[in-house]
């Protein structure tokens, strides 16, 4: 057994350029493939880790159309809601050229308890840190209708800080006088779900309805979306329903669904992406196999001498079978094991980098078993048709090429 | 140097390892040209009506329909008072006011849900399209009523889409009554009239004014024009600029993609062909001391491994087209994220594509030559001769 | 009176590990045109190194090296090149054909690195062949061939460009008696009908029978050795 190793060993070192080319075209491909398979898995985490307790409310016909803000009232009437807030997405930029980041308009007042399990206030007005900053955060957005509470990684791409103002400059709710927005920042908070973004600004919903009421909207400014968290016992079709039958007769028609739900539609907006990375890495898997397949064959068109010989010496033909099989499972493991660390090493990285794009972006350990399976399977691909035909070698046949 | 049929028969020698390096180089070529073909698709959808001189109305800062919002008022003032817009011999004004607006609708196929365009016209805007827009099926919805036309690739791809079936806006049913082509993006909507839209939705705002200018018109003047001017509150873009600017996001993300995975899928044919060829050389090193006791340079051995190479790295790039030439034409929809609507357009494999799929694969093929070509070279004859 | 090939104080060491070998010892070597030298000696004794030094294969640590008229240690290895296909042709022991290319095509590859258009060169690769006696057989590929025939082709490659020096190294080391015979006998018809001259590398007595004059190499130092003559050779400097 020692000596199979110590063997298989020696001849990917006697050719450590051909070892280490296949190597390095195996470690390519698995890194890739753990890619690419981690771009599904965190897209379908970020619908499976939806809160289950929390609905959406919406109008029927389009993410782009606003609810009536009389609709809070009703709804927070319905059987089995516990707390209701708006979420306006605000749609701003802080400077053109930069990387968007998100800002919602929310009912400070209940946006924070209800988001309790997705986000904690870290930094809060006069320096605090811990369990009290949240709450001196939270009072002084009370107070200021241009509060804003941004994530860890605003504070730091952009260096801003407890009060410090931040100008945003509006797409959709442009003003007539094309001013900037002004947002007062009084709390720093951070993500405590991989799929929540740490590059969010949360601010006053009222801000945005007055100052828009004030521009000539209509006084029941809402907006495009109500979250609903629904109590422990209460089921949330039932609540769902019982939500859209309120507004059936208008004046928006509303379709309520569960969060998870909601971010699905977002998901299945962006095609049919499984389907998609599942043909990429096919195609990935297949490029690489030619390749290691190739290398095996080289090996085996290189050994018919020392396999003669071996024969000669006594060695059976599994024997030689299974030293060339081990030699193509040492280096499929070798190579695709480097890419698939790699994956893993790089995801911190990777995160920062998909940004807002693709939000806790992560590569989960069943992904790396699938790309350790594949790269098991390369070996035995690559190794059983070299292996069988230097099995069936005849001794003498194979001594005689050498010459 | 040396003949061509040295080489050709050389890599038909070693067939084993060079059609397995050349199906590797081939699935790159295939996954590049399949990306590419696909924004080529989009972008080529994209396209302007064919005419010059039409342009576009959003309010100021929108950089797509969705964001933007015009009043009635400014509608009136636009239309009225603005100088540069165009009439028709019998005085109309060849210009009309659409609303729009990305609304859910349900997939066929799976999928669930995606947002479509929603688009109300007035019957000038049927007029501005001319040519470019047919009936296919049914007949136009009539002005004034609660009726819908859907265009051919939605009709296919949607829930709730053919003739006789009702798409409730709102609070209000409207009945699909004709089926519409376009060849362009605006092909893939709903279209209805634009007042009863409105009214439906209960959304008193339009989101752009579509026109014809007068010919000659400067249109950087307009702008300057627009831009001081008080009441008319809009800013104006050629229809080309506007259409170019609808798929910078998803665009640049498909070209992403191809350029990241071309990168590492090409890296790892690249290795297997310098493999493929090291061994070559090995195999072939008396051969080599040889040809240059013949008096051949090291000059002319290296450019004959260099070619062997590019030539396997062809062959790869051909199958690789081979590969990807079925999926031109094939349909497909993706949601355009910026107007963030759905949008169907077509794997596209034109003769540019080809060329680089082509080019990607010669290069391929020679920077995998390179090192054994060079080792190749670099052999003193007296060791190479004791070779074997 | 200064001969075709011309070889002053030549020495050649090699290096192995911490060991030096000195190969070719200050060594004289003289072959007037139209000469038939046959080079004899130990195997591992370097005289495949005087051939390769004499065609320019290889370069000496030390020494004179007149060959055709050029003083090959000034030409560089491109230079080296060119000259090689215009005045040498070399025979090998074995595998001197390219496997993928037909006979015919093994012959015309050093022509093609002369001036000659392509159907001057396809007549005298031709020719060359019908030389050797192997001219129906220009189509066949090197393992449709003997070893003796193999060796036939290799000879009408090394003269189709008409060279004045063919250096063969070991040429019948690998084929058995009959042939061995049938190639000695073309190389001295060749020596004697084409004026070629022929510096042959090899341990069979044979061929050194065939030889015009045979010289022994020892100990990095080459004598005569004729029918039996064992007289040390410093030739005319």
């Known amino acids: ?403 | 140097m040396l003949p061509l049929r040295y080489t050709f028969r050389n890599v038909l020698v070693r067939r084993a390892s060079a059609v397995l390096t050349m199906l590797g180089i081939a699935c790159t070529v295939a996954v590049f040209a399949g990306v590419i073909a696909l924004r080529d698709g989009l972008l080529s959808v994209y396209h302007p009506r064919g005419d010059e001189d039409i342009a576009i109305y959003l309010r100021p800062g929108a950089s797509s329909e969705g964001e933007s919002w015009i009043t009635r008022d400014i509608v009136d003032v636009v239309m009225k008072e603005r100088p540069e817009i165009a009439r028709a011999p019998d005085g109309r004004l060849l210009a009309a006011a659409e609303s729009f607006l990305a609304v859910y609708m349900e997939q066929v196929a799976g999928g669930g849900l995606t947002n479509v365009p929603l688009r109300g016209i007035q019957p000038m805007s049927l007029e501005l399209l001319g040519d470019s827009v047919r009936l296919v099926d049914g007949r136009w919805f009539a002005f004034g009523s609660d009726e819908v036309v859907i265009g051919v690739p939605l009709s296919g791809r949607m829930k709730n889409a053919r003739i006789g079936d009702t798409l409730v806006l709102n609070l209000t049913p409207f009945r699909v009554v004709g089926i519409y082509e376009q060849d362009g993006v605006l092909g893939s909507e709903v279209w209805g009239d634009v007042d009863r839209m409105i009214d439906a939705l209960d959304r008193p705002g339009y989101q752009r004014i579509v026109a014809r200018l007068r010919p000659g018109t400067d249109l950087a003047a307009v702008q300057a024009s627009l831009a001081a001017d008080r009441r008319a509150t809009v800013e104006v873009q050629s229809e080309r600029e506007y259409m170019q600017g609808q798929t910078n996001v998803l665009g640049g993300v498909l070209q992403f993609l191809a350029s990241f995975l071309t990168v590492i899928m090409g890296t790892s044919a690249v290795l297997g062909a310098v493999n493929t060829m090291l061994a070559s050389v090995a195999a072939r090193t008396h051969e080599i001391g040889v040809l240059l006791a013949l008096g051949y340079s090291r000059l002319a051995i290296f450019f004959t491994f260099l070619f062997e190479s590019a030539l396997i790295g062809l062959l790869g790039g051909l199958a690789g087209v081979l590969l990807t030439l079925p999926f031109d034409g094939l349909g497909t929809g993706m949601t355009n994220f910026n107007t963030f609507t759905d949008v169907s357009f077509a794997f596209t494999v034109g003769p540019r594509l080809l060329l680089e799929s082509f080019g990607l694969a010669f290069v391929l093929g020679l920077v995998g030559g390179v090192l054994p070509a060079w080792r190749a070279a670099r052999l003193q004859p007296v060791q190479a001769l004791r070779a074997h | 009176m200064s001969a075709l090939i011309d070889l002053v104080g030549v020495t050649k060491r090699y290096s192995r590990g911490a060991e030096t070998l000195t190969v070719l010892d200050a060594l004289q070597f003289h072959v007037e045109a139209k000469d038939f030298v046959a080079l004899m000696g130990p195997s591992g004794s370097g005289k495949s190194t005087i051939l390769n030094i004499v065609g320019g294969l290889d370069r000496p640590d030390a020494g004179r090296v007149e060959v055709a008229g050029s003083d090959l240690q000034a030409l560089s290895s491109s230079e080296l090149a060119r000259w090689r296909s215009r005045h040498v042709g070399f025979v090998f022991q074995s595998f001197n054909l390219v496997p993928v290319l037909t006979a015919l095509e093994n012959v015309m590859l050093p022509l093609l690195l002369t001036p000659l258009d392509a159907k001057k060169r396809r007549e005298q690769a031709a020719f060359a062949l019908d030389v050797v006696g192997l001219a129906d057989r220009m189509h066949h590929r090197p393992r449709q061939l003997s070893g003796g025939q193999e060796q036939r082709v290799a000879i009408a490659r090394a003269i189709a460009t008409d060279p004045d020096i063919v250096l063969a190294d070991e040429p019948t080391g690998d084929l058995d008696r009959e042939s061995a015979t049938a190639i000695m006998d073309l190389l001295g018809r060749l020596n004697t009908e084409l004026g070629k001259t022929f510096v042959v590398v090899t341990h069979d007595p044979m061929v050194g029978e065939r030889a015009k004059r045979t010289l022994r190499l020892d100990k990095g130092v080459l004598r005569e050795a004729g029918r039996g003559s064992t007289a040390s050779v410093r030739g005319p400097g």
């Open chain 1, 1 to 403: 057994m020692r000596s199979t190793f110590v063997l298989v060993r020696r001849h990917l070192q006697h050719h450590w350029l051909r070892s280490g080319l296949t190597m390095a075209a195996l470690a390519l491909a698995m890194f890739l493939l753990c890619f690419v398979i981690s771009i599904v898995t965190t897209l379908e985490a970020a619908i499976t880790s939806a809160a289950t307790t929390r609905l959406v409310v919406q109008s029927a016909v389009s993410l782009f159309v606003n609810l009536p803000i009389s609709y809070v009232t009703k709804i927070v009437q319905v059987s089995g809601v516990d707390e209701v807030t708006v979420f306006q997405w605000f749609g701003g930029y802080f400077r053109e050229d930069e990387q968007p980041f998100a800002q919602f308009g929310v009912d400070h007042g209940h946006f924070f308890s209800m988001y309790a399990k997705d986000l904690r206030i870290i930094a809060g007005p006069g320096g605090l840190t811990g369990p009290g900053a949240s709450e001196a955060a939270i009072a002084a957005m009370a107070a200021d209708r241009r509060a804003a509470v941004i994530g860890t990684r605003l504070a730091q791409e952009y260096g801003w800080n407890i009060g410090d103002t931040v100008p945003l400059t509006a797409k959709i709710f442009t003003k007539t006088d094309r001013s900037a927005w002004d947002f007062n920042v009084v709390g720093i908070y951070e993500p405590l779900k991989s799929n929540v973004d740490d590059r969010t600004m949360w601010f006053r919903f009222d801000y945005l309805q007055e100052t828009m009421i004030a521009e000539g909207a209509p006084a029941d400014f809402g907006a495009g979306a109500y979250m609903v968290n629904i109590l422990p016992e209460a089921d949330p079709s039932t609540v769902a329903a019982a939500i859209d039958r309120l507004f059936e007769n208008g004046p928006q028609r509303t379709k309520t669904t569960t969060e998870a739900a909601f971010q699905a539609i977002f998901v299945a907006m962006l095609g049919n992406v499984p389907a998609f990375m599942a043909s990429l890495g096919g195609a990935i898997v297949f490029a690489v196999m030619f390749s290691v397949v190739n290398t095996m064959l080289m090996a085996a068109r290189q050994r018919r001498g020392e396999t003669g010989i071996l024969k000669a010496l006594g060695f059976t033909d599994a024997a030689v079978m299974r030293l060339l099989l081990v030699e193509s499972f040492v280096l499929c493991l070798t190579g695709g094991g480097a890419g698939i660390a790699l994956a893993k090493g790089i995801e911190g990285p990777m995160r920062d980098a998909m940004g807002a794009a693709l939000p806790g972006f992560a590569v989960a350990w069943s992904t790396l078993g699938i790309a350790a399976g594949v790269t098991l399977l390369l070996g035995l691909i690559a190794g059983i048709g070299p292996a069988i035909g230097l099995g069936r070698l005849h001794p003498a046949l194979a001594l005689r090429s050498e010459g």
